[in-house]
């Protein structure tokens, strides 16, 4: 690829480097990716750009996908498991309109996903590439404001703060009550923080087929897992790491062992539990599987989240 | 206090001219002593006097603008502290030594419970079993006299004594062999500083702690150390036995010290 190729123009709209960044930006963003894998869960600082949707709408996510997009790529948003929501279909949009790449909801057509809260049930494989967008990237933040100490303790592998939360969590509730952005040690040696996605998702990142990429534009983070990397779950011998359970299959398709969420039917307390992952669950019913719900349309219905 | 340490011992700590200055201003100059095991010594001097400067040097807070400290290792081997590796430092102040901070906010985190400060130190070495942690916790606590039914509250919902007993047992939990301690009592009420005082010399003698600490209050000096180094200007004026240096000074400055505190 060169700069001249990528460069796309849009009538009456400007003109558009391909995938909204300069190749410069592009560059220097491939350039703190690379360095992320080859330190598999290491926080690398990069110089990141302002983008034209607000901070929180998943910034440092879209910088990175911008940078490893190319015109061949299929791209997959996901926003709470879901690509319909705004987040996700604008994000969506946005590459459709500054790549002109194609885009799927289907995760095995994808090659690059990006999330903000799940990782696709179907296992993912080794010619993809998972993207997270991440709103706070440092894990020992919750308890040490400097940032200064905290690199310090990277650097030094001293993570002792981690378990006093995981120690907070069981004083006080009994159990680890940490369900989203559940700390991981990466390879053995760097602590991070898969947030925001729930911990039900944190054994699909040990020994992932595919690269798996995180990006934090507020705090200006990237940070990566290579494929096939030791990921675990930091827990205490006598309260072990636990996934959330469901005490039931999904209520559409039928579906086991997947993530769900609570779903409102109607303003009178109906609800019921589904899948969170829409590709999942919308593949499942066309091949005929159905849940208690039978054939309900997901459509239109609101997430009680 | 009494009971000297044994004079054919090697010395755990060893400071030789140790000198900081600020610029043209002189934090403190020339520092030489021996710290034994099982040895209190406390410095003390007025506000400026270069005291806390000297705690800070020694405990590597703060690089020396010239002069050595060193420090016998567990494993025996005496090391010059500002040669440590950072990995090393910091593991020596984590498990051998401790820090008493005068602001329990300084050496607390004071946004997780009892438990959890007193049993970081074990997390930070490795202990990953949340029951013995707790159990290690709640013996730590019921030996500095706060009661086990506080163990899961912050160190905020805590008096001013009680955070310095937490400080104390989150610092000692490791079984450290030197604690620095900066003013430990100060700012407490009197009665609340006797107890403090009571349980400091209980614990220190029941563990053989070498300690140092800095202190501006004789009294604290006298209850708690053998030795005592006098500071003026950011240099030793007098050094000697506490009892000594306290009955009979020998410093014109120390001499002033000494009967300005007879008279409170
Ligand atoms: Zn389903």
Not at chain 1, 192 to 198: E, G, I, L, N, V
Not at chain 1, 220 to 249: C, G, M, N
Not at chain 2, 235 to 250: F, M, W
Request: aromatic residues 6%.
């Amino acid at each position: 690829m060169n700069a001249q190729a990528d460069t796309a123009t849009q009538a009456g709209e400007g003109e558009y480097n391909f995938a909204y960044l300069d190749e410069q930006t592009k560059r220097m963003i491939r350039r703190a990716i690379l360095k992320a894998i080859a330190v598999p869960g290491y926080q690398v600082p990069f110089a990141s750009r302002e983008m034209p949707m607000p901070y929180g709408w998943g910034t440092g996510g879209v910088q990175v996908t911008a940078s490893i997009l190319g015109r061949d790529d299929v791209l997959k948003v996901i926003d709470q498991g879901s690509d319909d929501t705004t987040n996700a279909v604008s994000i969506r949009a946005f590459f459709e309109k500054t790549a002109q790449v194609a885009t799927t909801t289907r995760t095995d057509e994808a090659t690059i996903i990006q999330t903000r809260h799940r990782i696709p049930e179907k296992a993912l494989k080794e010619d993809q590439i998972i993207v997270y967008q991440v709103p706070i990237p440092e894990p020992l933040r919750f308890l040490e404001p400097r940032e200064t100490e905290t690199r310090k303790m990277h650097a030094l592998a001293e993570y002792g703060l981690m378990h006093v939360k995981l120690y907070e969590d069981i004083a006080r509730h009994g159990h680890i009550a940490t369900t989203y952005a559940y700390p991981v040690k990466v390879d053995g040696r760097y602590v991070m923080d898969p947030s925001p996605t729930p911990k039900f998702d944190n054994p699909k990142m040990h020994e992932m087929d595919a690269l798996q990429l995180f990006g934090a534009g507020r705090e200006k983070r990237i940070y990566a897992i290579p494929p096939h990397t030791a990921v675990e779950s930091l827990d205490f011998e006598d309260y072990p790491f636990e996934i959330q359970k469901f005490d039931r299959p999904c209520a559409i398709c039928g579906a086991e062992n997947v993530y769900l969420d609570e779903v409102v039917l109607d303003d009178r307390g109906g609800r019921m539990f589904v899948c969170s992952d829409t590709d999942h669950c919308e593949e499942r019913r066309a091949a005929g599987h159905t849940g208690e719900a039978g054939g309900i349309p997901l459509k239109g219905e609101e997430t009680a989240r | 206090m009494s009971a000297k340490p044994l004079p054919d011992e090697e010395p755990l700590l060893r400071a030789s001219a140790l000198t900081r200055l600020y610029g043209e201003r002189i934090g403190c100059r020339d520092v030489t002593f021996e710290l034994y095991p099982g040895e209190v010594l406390a410095i003390v001097g007025e506000s400026g006097s270069g005291k806390t400067t000297l705690l800070d040097c020694l405990s590597t807070r703060l690089a020396p603008t010239a002069g050595i400290v060193e420090y016998r290792m567990r494993d025996g081997t005496m090391r010059d502290l500002f040669r440590l590796t950072e990995a090393e430092r910091r593991l020596l102040m984590r498990t051998d030594w401790g820090f008493v901070h005068q602001h329990a906010a300084d050496g607390l985190r004071m946004s997780v419970s009892a438990g959890a400060n007193v049993g970081e130190r074990l997390m930070a070495v490795g202990e990953r079993h949340y029951g013995d942690i707790r159990g290690t916790a709640l013996d730590w606590l019921s030996r500095v006299e706060i009661d086990e039914s506080r163990i899961d509250d912050t160190p905020r919902a805590f008096s001013g004594g009680m955070r310095q007993r937490l400080q104390i047992a989150r610092n000692l939990v490791t079984n450290p062999r030197l604690v620095f301690m900066d003013e430990p009592t100060g700012g407490l009420d009197v009665s609340v500083q006797a107890r403090l005082l009571d349980l400091l010399r209980g614990l220190v003698s029941d563990l053989g702690l070498s300690v140092i600490i800095v202190t501006h209050d004789l009294a604290v000096a006298r209850l708690l150390s053998h030795r005592m180094m006098v500071m003026r200007h950011g240099k030793v004026i007098e050094t000697g036995l506490t009892d000594r240096v306290l009955d009979d000074p020998q410093a014109p400055y120390t001499q002033l010290l000494v009967s300005s505190i007879l008279q409170v």
